[in-house]
């Protein structure tokens, strides 16, 4: 017998909102006081590759040539329950590409790297809602692709809230033994002070 | 025999020509995964492509073909494919996973054993332990979507006020050191203020609907032991629980 309702999916509506709005108005990509700085968003798309069900997320694909010594780039919309890979692929291997990821602002570098031999750079996390990417390059044009890959969310266990009650006792003994011999206690209470009256009426006789 | 023959060449014409559909998507996807020629790009700026979202659904189909065809990429697919693999074994993974900054906030689930309340449903004496056990499932499901959004709120907020807070010791940083830019400056940190202002009332609004949703889901636990166990569970238990977990999410500015 289930005597109750599944689960309401009403807060996480208001997350939503909440995340959409305030982070629309406030914090949309790490802070930038540069007017010459243009970071480009990037979108992320359903993905569903057929050979991974484990794949199951968003994905953005982009191709770039980069003329100018710095790029910025954002996506927004990410679940702390996801898991995220950003990774960036240079055409030329001889150039390695600095890449460079931030939370909270363009000057602090939350994790950064460059593109290996293999013109490869990647690197995987958890974050919420919203991040920046920078490429700097030293050899321009640079061509490349960034994948930001954004796996769907995952139902983290939560650790149990609940023991059985013989545990729940054992874990508070001081009051669960006055709780069990209240009235023992109670009745020995009464006795001692029943004799400690009788002992002083009987002095003062 | 002639409609048999008929059929046969039929369905040879359809496959070909969804094969050649495939093989013509093949390529479109190729060419928009394939790096760009820069030599077709002759102006000063930067230039980017991003896939759209079909081609992005198709690359999800293809993606398997895709490592074969793009032989300049496919170090970089079977890069992206192993990683992506990794990724796919779920809720251990997550919870090791680093976050992107190390001031991030991660989802914290610990309330010290001080909060733990019994269950009548896990004691072995309960002769009802099966009944126990299916109200008990709902009771618990609900109470645990609630504690992850709560922490997925409260991520929200520490990440926010951690973000208002860089942003005005480095704007007040960046606007000493050039005196023009003081005025713009001051303008726009009374900007991150306001809207930092207005999250704090939204977050507080939302504290209090998961707080509603929080006590609804221990009542249907409560239900669930006034039926098979101990009766008044929220007065004795419950209650004690829903004052941690409002002490916890509350907003400490």
């Known amino acids: 017998m289930n005597c109750l309702k599944p689960p309401s999916i009403k807060p996480f509506l208001i997350l939503t909102i909440l995340i959409f709005f305030v982070g629309q108005k406030t914090f949309l990509q790490p802070l930038n006081m540069d007017t010459a700085v243009h970071p480009t968003e990037l979108k992320l798309y359903k993905f569903d590759p057929k050979n991974q069900p484990?794949?199951?997320?968003?994905?953005?694909?982009?191709?770039?040539?980069?003329?100018?010594?710095?790029?910025?780039?954002?996506?927004?919309?990410?679940?702390?329950?996801?898991?995220?890979?950003?990774?960036?692929?240079?055409?030329?291997?001889?150039?390695?590409?600095?890449?460079?990821?931030?939370?909270?602002?363009?000057?602090?570098?939350?994790?950064?790297?460059?593109?290996?031999a293999?013109?490869?750079?990647?690197?995987?996390?958890?974050?919420?809602?919203?991040?920046?990417?920078?490429?700097?390059?030293?050899?321009?044009p640079a061509v490349y692709n960034l994948y930001v890959?954004?796996?769907?969310?995952?139902?983290?266990?939560?650790?149990?809230?609940?023991?059985?009650?013989?545990?729940?006792?054992?874990?508070?003994p001081a009051s669960s033994f006055f709780k069990k011999n209240l009235i023992y206690l109670v009745a020995g209470l009464l006795v001692i002070i029943a004799a400690i009256i009788i002992v002083i009426k009987k002095r003062k006789k | 025999m002639r409609k048999k023959?008929?059929?046969?060449?039929?369905?040879?014409?359809?496959?070909?020509?969804?094969?050649?559909?495939?093989?013509?998507?093949?390529?479109?996807?190729?060419?928009?995964?394939?790096?760009?020629?820069?030599?077709?790009?002759?102006?000063?700026?930067?230039?980017?492509?991003?896939a759209s979202s079909s081609e992005v659904s198709q690359l999800g189909s293809m993606f398997e073909n895709l490592q074969n065809q793009v032989s300049e990429l496919q170090s970089t697919f079977e890069h992206l494919n192993s990683m992506i693999s990794a990724m796919g074994s779920g809720v251990a993974l997550i919870g090791a996973l680093r976050t992107l900054d190390?001031?991030?906030?991660?989802p914290d689930f610990q309330l010290g054993a001080g909060a733990l309340m019994p269950s009548s449903c896990l004691s072995s004496g309960n002769r009802r332990a099966?009944?126990?056990?299916?109200?008990?499932?709902?009771?618990?499901?609900?109470?645990?979507?609630?504690?992850?959004?709560?922490?997925?709120?409260r991520c929200v907020y520490m990440n926010t006020k951690n973000f208002k807070d860089k942003a005005l010791s480095?704007?007040?940083?960046?606007?000493?050191?050039?005196?023009?830019?003081?005025?713009?400056?001051?303008?726009?940190?009374?900007g991150?203020?306001?809207?930092?202002?207005?999250?704090?009332?939204?977050?507080?609004?939302?504290?209090?609907?998961?707080?509603?949703?929080?006590?609804?889901?221990?009542?249907?636990?409560?239900?669930?032991?006034?039926?098979?166990?101990?009766?008044?569970?929220?007065?004795?238990?419950?209650?004690?629980?829903?004052e941690i977990m409002k002490e916890k999410y509350k907003r400490s500015d």
């Not at chain 1, 040539?65 to 990410?78: E, I």
């Not at chain 1, 890959?149 to 508070?172: A, L, N, R």
Request: proline share 2%; charged share 25%; hydrophobic share 35%.
């Open chain 1, 118 to 140: 293999k013109g490869i750079w990647s690197e995987k996390f958890k974050t919420e809602n919203d991040f920046g990417i920078m490429v700097v390059t030293a050899k321009k």
């Open chain 2, 102 to 106: 190390n001031q991030e906030c991660a």
């Open chain 2, 192 to 242: 991150i203020e306001d809207s930092y202002k207005r999250f704090t009332q939204s977050y507080d609004r939302k504290y209090t609907d998961f707080i509603g949703s929080l006590h609804e889901a221990l009542l249907a636990v409560n239900t669930c032991e006034n039926q098979f166990g101990t009766r008044d569970w929220y007065q004795r238990f419950g209650f004690m629980f829903e």
């Open chain 1, 149 to 172: 890959w954004v796996g769907d969310e995952v139902k983290v266990s939560v650790p149990s809230d609940f023991v059985s009650m013989t545990e729940y006792e054992k874990k508070q």
């Open chain 2, 5 to 50: 023959i008929l059929v046969i060449l039929l369905s040879g014409i359809i496959s070909f020509q969804s094969q050649a559909q495939s093989l013509d998507d093949l390529n479109d996807m190729v060419n928009a995964a394939n790096y760009l020629d820069e030599s077709r790009f002759v102006g000063p700026g930067d230039y980017s492509r991003q």
């Open chain 1, 54 to 116: 484990g794949g199951k997320g968003l994905l953005n694909s982009t191709q770039v040539v980069q003329k100018n010594d710095t790029a910025y780039y954002f996506c927004k919309g990410l679940s702390i329950y996801s898991p995220a890979i950003v990774m960036v692929s240079a055409k030329d291997k001889n150039a390695p590409l600095q890449v460079s990821l931030h939370k909270w602002n363009w000057k602090e570098k939350s994790i950064e790297g460059s593109t290996d």
């Open chain 2, 170 to 190: 480095f704007g007040d940083n960046i606007a000493g050191l050039h005196g023009a830019m003081g005025m713009v400056w001051q303008g726009q940190r009374k």
């Open chain 2, 130 to 153: 099966g009944e126990c056990q299916s109200c008990y499932e709902g009771a618990v499901t609900r109470l645990q979507t609630v504690r992850r959004g709560m922490a997925r709120m």
